[in-house]
């Protein structure tokens, strides 16, 4: 396409020296087709039903938010990086093909350990914790000075990097990868780097309770915002579309 143009991408934050760097992962070239998929929410568990079978409750109360879901397919190419691109982009495709741009989304999938330095306290006094001391030697397993066996410890938690998905300026959603499918089509004939391939992407936009389970810090902010900016300009869409309420509903009701 000639031009200028808005492309897709993935960014994504991860902690280091306390503060969360981006990592974005621009689309080569956006998809031709995005698949936006809504589930809806599962109705509230009612209260045990009376002896005559009757449930208690609104029947038509659900339990949240609907579900939402996105799939496309993304091409890659690195022999137009190698034509078009910058001279480090350029080299970098020449000796390794597409390799750098998959990696960075497979690593979309992998859990990453929480809780900073914290965390890694947490682990070690877990670990030491374990390990007991006595008058017959080391045992594993055991409190420290060999008494009963101490309580458990709470150990760091591994988790997928938060990852923002952003569709031009109108969508930018917190997501959870969900599905990747890499078909490499061709490769280099010197290093057998793949040359080509077509990755199918499953999304999943985090919910609110999944946003408020976060970590306070900058990064829950982030995605609090983005979150809370899509759904406020889907509502202000909506209410757009009364303009042509008006229209539409003449002639419609037969009442």
Known sequence: MPGKYFRGAFVE?????LLPIPNVIVFQYNPETLVHTWTPAAPVSSPAASAEGQAEGNPLAISGDPGEEFSFTLSMDASDTVADGSPP??????????????????LLLFPSQGGGAGGVLGAAAGAAASISVGTGGIS???????????????VPTSVVPTVLFVWG????????????RITEK????????????????????????EINAMEKGLVKTIVQTAYD???KLRQGLAAANLVNSADSIVGMLPF
């Open 140 to 154: 594993v397993g055991g409190a420290l000075g060999g008494g009963a066996a101490s309580p458990p410890r709470p």
């Open 89 to 106: 982009a350029a080299a970098l495709a020449q000796v390794s093909g597409i390799y750098p741009r998959l990696a960075a989304l497979e």
């Open 169 to 180: 300026p109108g969508r930018v959603l917190p997501v959870r990868v969900t599905s990747l």
């Open 229 to 231: 900016y899509t759904g």
């Open 186 to 209: 061709l490769y280099d004939g010197t290093l057998l780097v793949p040359t080509h391939a077509d990755v199918d992407i499953g999304l999943r936009v985090l919910t609110q309770r």
């Open 13 to 17: 934050f991860t902690s280091a020296f």
